[in-house]
Structure formats: C-alpha cells, structure tokens
C-alpha cells in the first residue's frame, strides 16, 4: 500500500514538473511572439544583423562560399530552425533570436541547479524555469537587476546566444562522463570539441581547450593506465570531425571563413573598433590584470568558491560547474584580449549571480537539515507543495503572457498609426509607408547599405559583398567591398539624426565607403533613418588645397581658410615594438574623441576631416598606448569637400540649418546667415565689416542680433542665393578698407 502510494506521489511529482516545463515553454513562446509584433527600424540594432544570416541561409547561401557571418557558425545554426518554423519573415528572425535568448537562459539556469541540488532532470528544468521567470521574465526584476537583462535580450551581437555555448557543452559532458570508459566515449568528446570550434571567435578555441583540458584531468586521474590512448582518440577525432563539418558547412570553402575570421577580423578588430581609451585596452602583458574589473570581481569570487566545494567535495557536478564557470570567463578574457574591455563578460556576470543564489540556497538547505529533523514524508510534501506552486506560477504566467499577447495583437490591429507589411510579418509605424512602397518599387535594384537594414530586408536581397555591413568588412574583405560600390544602383548610409555618435564614428572609419558616396551619388530618398542615393549624373569635382605636413612628422596643416569638411590622404609610419593604436585627429568622430583610428598595419589611409573655427587648421597623430612606439606623416594630400548635405557631413555647429527659416544657414526671408554664438563670430561680425561670399561678392553687415546659440547676421542688398552664396562656414570677413579697396 505504502510503495503504491509513493508510486503515485512520484507520478503526480513528475506531472507536475512537466506541467512546469510546458508552462515555461510557453512563456518563453508568448514572449517571443510580442517582441516581433512590431518590426525593428533601428538598422543598427541587431535584429538586422541576425536576420541578414537567417535569410543568407534561407537562401541556399552557406558561410565561407557567400557570406562571412560575424556572429559565428553555431549562433546561426542553433537559431535558424526557429526561424523556419516561425514563417521565415523578419518577424521570424526577430522571434527566432527572442526564443533562443530565452530558452539558453532557462536552460543555463536550469544547469547551474542541477550541478548544485543534484535533483532530477525534471525538477531541475522546473526549478530553472522558476527562477529564470522570477529573475529575468519579469521586468519589474530585470530593470532592477541589470546582470539577469543579459539573458533578456539578444542584444547587438547575439552575445546571450554566444554564451550558452558552455552549458550545452556542459550537459554532453556531463551524459559523457556517465558512460563508461571506452573508445567510442571518447570519439563523442572528441566530437564535442570538433563542434565547440565551430560556435564563435571568442569561444570557440577556449572551450575546445578546456573541453580537452578536462578530459585530460578526468582521463589522468581517473583512468591513468590508458588515458594517453583516450587522449589520443579525442584529439584526432576532434581535429577530423572539425574539419569534415567545416568542409561542409562552408560548401566546400573552409579556408576562405577561417582567413576572414582568424587572419582579416583578428588583425583588424583591435584598431577598428571602439573604445579607444587606454585604461580600455590591454597593450601589454602586465595589463592583463585589467581583466579582473570591478564588475569580475563578484563572479570571481563565485568561482573561488565553486573550486573550494571542488576540492571539499570531490563531486563532478561541482568540477562541472566550475568549468562552466571558467569557460565563459575565458570567453570574455578571449574577446577583451581581442578588443575592449567591459562588453564581454555578461555571461561570466550572469553565471555568478544565479550561481551564488543557488549556493546560498543549498547552504540553507544542509543547515535546515542539520537543525530540523524533517522525516521522509515531510520532505516529500515539501517538495510537492514547491513544485505545485512552480507549476501554478508558471501557468498563470504564461496564460497572462499569452493575454498580453493578444490584446497587442488586436492593438496592433487596430492602430491607425500602424500598418501591417506581409512581407515582414508584422507591423511599422504608417511614418514608414512611404519607404516600403519606395522599396517595392526597387526589387531587382542591385543595393548596398552600409548596414543591412529595411530596404535590403523587405526584397531579401544581399549586396555584393560577403558580409551584412561595412563594420564587418575587415581585412581585404573591405578592399572586395570597396570595388564593389560603382556596380551597384543603390546606396544607403544612416542619418546623422539617427544615431549621431555611430555615423560620425562610421563616417570616419569607413571613409572608403563615404568618400564615393559624396564623390559621385545624390540622394534619391530619406527614409526615418536612412538616405538612399542613386548614381549622380556626373562625378563632384572637389578643389585641391595644400597639406603641409609638420617637420617632425606630427601632423599636417591645411593650407585653407575656409571651415568645413576636406578628404585627406595620409601616408605614414610607425615603429617600436608592442601593441599600440593610431590615431588621426579629424574633429568630426565623437567616440575617438575627434580622433579617428588608422591601420596599425598599413602605412596609407584615407580620412575625412573637419575644419572648425576653434580647431584651426592643425591635425596631429598620436599613439596611443605605447610610449615605446612613436609614429609620424610622411606626406599628405587634402581636397575641400563643397557638397553640403548635414544629415551625412553634420558639422558641430549649425552652419547647415534647414527648415523653413533657413537654408543650410542661410535665410530664406531676409538678407542674412547665421553663425555660432561664439567669441570668435561676435569679434569678426560686427556692423560696418564686409562678408566675402563663396561666389566672391562682397556684403556689408548692416545688423547683428544674438539669437540664443546663434547669431543672426544681417547684410546689405538682395536675399542670398545658397547655391551661389555657399554655406556661412565658408565665408570670409574683410576689413571697410580693404573691401572698399576692391570695390
């Protein structure tokens, strides 16, 4: 009678830990959906990063033969059934990458508890599913707790995705090291490192070694008669299974993805990318204590702790969660080794967090154990009593989820400031019609955006490029790239007002691909957050001015007067030994601080540059990082850019005003510009003094009116023409004499 009891107890446990499951599953699912009701329009975002490799494959492309995915392989493997599933849409691709943040969130959780409390496989999912909805799900505790939004949202570069690589890698070790000694258990490792390489640059080599690392250990002390032959096994079947799916991943273009990921993006990504602070950066070996910031310092600890238990215990869930644990450190220490610091341990923050909550929870556990005589029974109606409140949380999360769901859905619906596009599945805003209809009507356009966004998305096509973006056109991907701009019909770079840091930054790094657009295109469309240029009919030609370069090769100077934008070609070197970077004032990129980053290992690059009244006409080189090496100009040559157009060349003041008092600062109603409100315009612009234009009239300022941040310059005779008159930034002041000398 007892033991039927028990069965049926066990049977009503395991009920309701699938119920829990099923419950979670379904949360996870009701959140997705909503998340892609309404279409992202942030191309930087990246939705459109993800969705450009989604449908790349949905395509029949495979990386290494048409494309490059940054992201890595796996991510975009691991998310690509989803995909499929969910209606191959950008829609799809936006729930597709939800889904599987989520479901590695849970499932990363859901670890953790296992290799702690050693519950059964069910309880442990249902209990990771509690707290993964308690920390992460609700948003009331994600704000709260900025460490568990990590496991919210895919962020810009899937870096939730890329981190779960170590808990599916910790499960197969775990089922591995219950199997019994054997050849084909370790053929299966050595597979598991074969298809660890193939997840992403940053953790892909660190977990393959440490997948290696551990086996040695378990097969040294635990097998030491044969754990040469186990090794043995791992190691060639690791190198061979990596190979082969290489080999057909990529259609048979393996060196190709392994040159762009290991040659092209690992030489470039240190200079390219921001930051450039040095305290961001490590240049030498002695920094590299940098790498245990403030925020590494909890999760560190966790781990210290972790290894104490290891030791203590000698239990393999415990050397299992420490690996766990060290794996997605060594990720992170992989990417900020590679780059910056501070944007890749999300993972190691989120893994210590849980890790540590769930250590204080066992704590408890023993010390109830050890103060409470709890029978049996008692424990079991505990844990059923838990377990019904799990299920019961969860199901009525997810039925209110699902709720929430349907009323956006009917919102959506029913909105008039919304309209549905079926080409995306899902819902843009109506500011946004006027734009898809644009696209429409550009199917079989040959375009090239500087970063895959809406036009490309909604005719699923794909630049000539290999890659999503200029930011990933690395190495000599980018002079591919480059050579690819005159064949195509169409190109489209983000405005300064959507993003102003990142386009300034962009405008600066990725001046090859700007320079011919503002050599030889015009727009032909201004989307919310884009312009769509088409070919010009004829090529601007922009005036030579004179570059001076510095005698100790400092910098250059710009034999002009005029303020504004000029395209410089600079030739340079450097040398020293040691990790540097260099870097090229140009008064326009904010993120380098008004400086741009050049090649490390290239001696000639392109740039533009802003002359401002404040900034003169100098533009100096520095290295940064290393005092050892010095760097210098060897000769420069500079062309003045005259088109004017401020969503793409944004000077920091507001000589390019357009609406409907202004014309690129010039007025529309009256004789007049403005300038900046500063001390140098109030000195130079006062009555009685004369205004040369770029045409080479002359006017006389008749009046003078502070207007806030600006001032309104008044001038004698007729209103100005802006496409004779020019821009104010270009104008220069002349004494009464000498302008009555010419008169």
């Given at each position: 009678?007892?033991?039927?009891?028990?069965?049926?107890?066990?049977?009503?446990?395991?009920?309701?830990?699938?119920?829990?499951?099923?419950?979670?599953?379904?949360?996870?699912?009701?959140?997705?959906?909503?998340?892609?009701?309404?279409?992202?329009?942030?191309?930087?975002?990246?939705?459109?990063?993800?969705?450009?490799?989604?449908?790349?494959?949905?395509?029949?492309?495979?990386?290494?033969?048409?494309?490059?995915?940054?992201?890595?392989?796996?991510?975009?493997?691991?998310?690509?059934?989803?995909?499929?599933?969910?209606?191959?849409?950008?829609?799809?691709?936006?729930?597709?990458?939800?889904?599987?943040?989520?479901?590695?969130?849970?499932?990363?959780?859901?670890?953790?508890?296992?290799?702690?409390?050693?519950?059964?496989?069910?309880?442990s999912l249902a209990a990771g599913a509690a707290l993964f909805a308690l920390l992460?799900?609700?948003?009331?505790?994600?704000?709260?707790?900025?460490?568990?939004?990590?496991?919210?949202?895919?962020?810009?570069?899937?870096?939730?995705?890329?981190?779960?690589?170590?808990?599916?890698?910790?499960?197969?070790?775990?089922?591995?090291?219950?199997?019994?000694?054997?050849?084909?258990?370790?053929?299966?490792?050595?597979?598991?490192?074969?298809?660890?390489?193939?997840?992403?640059?940053?953790?892909?080599?660190?977990?393959?070694?440490?997948?290696?690392?551990?086996?040695?250990?378990?097969?040294?002390?635990?097998?030491?008669?044969?754990?040469?032959?186990?090794?043995?096994?791992?190691?060639?079947?690791?190198?061979?299974?990596?190979?082969?799916?290489?080999?057909?991943?990529?259609?048979?273009?393996?060196?190709?993805?392994?040159?762009?990921?290991?040659?092209?993006?690992?030489?470039?990504?240190?200079?390219?990318?921001?930051?450039?602070?040095?305290?961001?950066?490590?240049?030498?070996?002695?920094?590299?204590?940098?790498?245990?910031?403030?925020?590494?310092?909890?999760?560190?600890?966790?781990?210290?702790?972790?290894?104490?238990?290891?030791?203590?215990?000698?239990?393999?869930?415990?050397?299992?969660?420490?690996?766990?644990?060290?794996?997605?450190?060594?990720?992170?220490?992989?990417?900020?080794?590679?780059?910056?610091?501070?944007?890749?341990?999300?993972?190691?923050?989120?893994?210590?967090?849980?890790?540590?909550?769930?250590?204080?929870?066992?704590?408890?556990?023993?010390?109830?154990?050890?103060?409470?005589?709890?029978?049996?029974?008692?424990?079991?109606?505990?844990?059923?009593?838990?377990?019904?409140?799990?299920?019961?949380?969860?199901?009525?999360?997810?039925?209110?989820?699902?709720?929430?769901?349907?009323?956006?859905?009917?919102?959506?619906?029913?909105?008039?400031?919304?309209?549905?596009?079926?080409?995306?599945?899902?819902?843009?805003?109506?500011?946004?019609?006027?734009?898809?209809?644009?696209?429409?009507?550009?199917?079989?356009?040959?375009?090239?955006?500087?970063?895959?966004?809406?036009?490309?998305?909604?005719?699923?096509?794909?630049?000539?490029?290999?890659?999503?973006?200029?930011?990933?056109?690395?190495?000599?991907?980018?002079?591919?790239a480059q050579s690819k701009l005159a064949n195509a019909d169409l190109l489209v770079?983000?405005?300064?007002?959507?993003?102003?840091?990142?386009?300034?930054?962009?405008?600066?790094?990725?001046?090859?691909?700007?320079?011919?657009?503002?050599?030889?295109?015009?727009?032909?469309?201004?989307?919310?957050?884009?312009?769509?240029?088409?070919?010009?009919?004829?090529?601007?030609?922009?005036?030579?001015?004179?570059?001076?370069?510095?005698?100790?090769?400092?910098?250059?100077?710009?034999?002009?007067?005029?303020?504004?934008?000029?395209?410089?070609?600079?030739?340079?070197?450097?040398?020293?030994?040691?990790?540097?970077?260099?870097?090229?004032?140009?008064?326009?990129?904010?993120?380098?601080?008004?400086?741009?980053?050049?090649?490390?290992?290239?001696?000639?690059?392109?740039?533009?540059?802003?002359?401002?009244?404040?900034?003169?006409?100098?533009?100096?080189?520095?290295?940064?990082?290393?005092?050892?090496?010095?760097?210098?100009?060897?000769?420069?040559?500079?062309?003045?850019?005259?088109?004017?157009?401020?969503?793409?060349?944004?000077?920091?003041?507001?000589?390019?005003?357009?609406?409907?008092?202004?014309?690129?600062?010039?007025?529309?109603?009256?004789?007049?510009?403005?300038?900046?409100?500063?001390?140098?315009?109030?000195?130079?612009?006062?009555?009685?003094?004369?205004?040369?234009?770029?045409?080479?009239?002359?006017?006389?300022?008749?009046?003078?009116?502070?207007?806030?941040?600006?001032?309104?310059?008044?001038?004698?005779?007729?209103?100005?023409?802006?496409?004779?008159?020019?821009?104010?930034s270009n104008y220069v002041i002349v004494a009464r004499q000498q302008a009555n000398?010419?008169?």
């Amino acid at each position: 009678m007892i033991e039927k009891i028990n069965k049926s107890r066990d049977l009503f446990i395991r009920l309701l830990a699938a119920g829990a499951i099923l419950s979670s599953v379904a949360l996870i699912v009701a959140h997705s959906l909503a998340s892609s009701i309404n279409i992202p329009t942030f191309h930087l975002d990246g939705a459109f990063q993800t969705a450009s490799g989604m449908f790349r494959l949905d395509a029949g492309q495979l990386p290494g033969r048409n494309f490059f995915p940054y992201l890595g392989i796996g991510p975009l493997l691991l998310i690509f059934p989803f995909f499929k599933m969910a209606g191959g849409t950008l829609a799809a691709s936006v729930f597709a990458a939800k889904f599987t943040t989520l479901s590695l969130g849970w499932i990363a959780t859901s670890v953790i508890f296992h290799l702690i409390f050693r519950a059964s496989k069910l309880c442990s999912l249902a209990a990771g599913a509690a707290l993964f909805a308690l920390l992460s799900l609700i948003p009331e505790a994600s704000h709260l707790f900025d460490i568990f939004n990590f496991a919210r949202e895919p962020g810009n570069s899937l870096r939730p995705i890329r981190s779960g690589a170590p808990y599916l890698a910790g499960i197969c070790l775990y089922l591995l090291l219950k199997q019994q000694q054997g050849k084909w258990r370790d053929i299966l490792a050595g597979l598991l490192v074969g298809v660890s390489l193939l997840w992403s640059n940053d953790y892909a080599i660190s977990m393959a070694l440490l997948i290696a690392v551990f086996f040695l250990g378990v097969c040294y002390l635990k097998e030491r008669p044969t754990w040469k032959k186990s090794m043995a096994v791992i190691v060639i079947t690791a190198i061979s299974s990596w190979a082969a799916m290489l080999l057909l991943i990529t259609g048979g273009h393996p060196l190709e993805f392994i040159k762009y990921n290991f040659v092209d993006v690992a030489n470039d990504q240190w200079w390219y990318f921001s930051s450039y602070q040095p305290s961001k950066r490590i240049f030498e070996a002695s920094q590299v204590t940098r790498i245990i910031s403030e925020k590494n310092d909890f999760p560190l600890g966790v781990l210290a702790v972790v290894l104490l238990c290891v030791i203590k215990t000698r239990r393999i869930e415990f050397a299992l969660l420490a690996w766990i644990g060290i794996s997605l450190f060594a990720g992170g220490a992989v990417a900020s080794l590679g780059g910056q610091l501070g944007k890749y341990f999300g993972g190691f923050y989120y893994w210590g967090a849980v890790t540590a909550i769930l250590l204080a929870a066992k704590a408890l556990q023993i010390l109830a154990s050890r103060t409470i005589q709890i029978s049996p029974g008692i424990a079991h109606s505990i844990e059923l009593c838990l377990l019904t409140i799990t299920f019961g949380a969860l199901f009525a999360g997810a039925a209110k989820q699902w709720m929430n769901y349907q009323q956006a859905s009917e919102i959506a619906e029913s909105d008039s400031g919304r309209f549905y596009v079926p080409e995306f599945g899902g819902f843009l805003a109506t500011g946004w019609k006027d734009y898809i209809n644009y696209a429409r009507s550009h199917r079989d356009s040959k375009i090239i955006e500087e970063y895959w966004g809406i036009l490309s998305s909604l005719n699923r096509s794909f630049p000539s490029w290999p890659v999503d973006a200029a930011i990933h056109a690395l190495g000599e991907v980018r002079q591919t790239a480059q050579s690819k701009l005159a064949n195509a019909d169409l190109l489209v770079t983000t405005r300064f007002s959507t993003e102003e840091s990142w386009q300034q930054w962009s405008l600066s790094q990725n001046f090859w691909f700007y320079e011919e657009v503002l050599s030889r295109w015009e727009p032909d469309y201004v989307s919310p957050t884009t312009i769509v240029w088409r070919k010009a009919s004829k090529e601007r030609a922009y005036s030579a001015v004179g570059c001076d370069v510095a005698k100790d090769g400092g910098g250059f100077t710009l034999a002009s007067d005029a303020n504004g934008f000029y395209a410089i070609t600079v030739n340079y070197s450097a040398s020293g030994a040691g990790r540097y970077l260099l870097m090229q004032k140009n008064n326009i990129s904010a993120i380098g601080d008004g400086y741009v980053s050049l090649p490390i290992n290239g001696s000639t690059a392109s740039i533009p540059v802003l002359k401002t009244p404040e900034s003169g006409s100098f533009f100096d080189i520095k290295v940064v990082g290393n005092s050892k090496v010095s760097a210098s100009i060897k000769s420069c040559s500079a062309k003045q850019i005259t088109y004017q157009n401020d969503e793409t060349l944004h000077a920091p003041w507001s000589f390019y005003l357009t609406d409907d008092n202004w014309d690129h600062g010039v007025a529309r109603r009256w004789a007049g510009f403005i300038v900046p409100n500063i001390e140098l315009y109030v000195r130079d612009f006062v009555v009685g003094n004369y205004v040369k234009l770029e045409n080479g009239d002359t006017r006389k300022v008749v009046d003078v009116k502070p207007a806030g941040k600006y001032l309104n310059v008044y001038v004698e005779g007729e209103i100005l023409i802006p496409g004779r008159a020019g821009v104010p930034s270009n104008y220069v002041i002349v004494a009464r004499q000498q302008a009555n000398a010419k008169i």
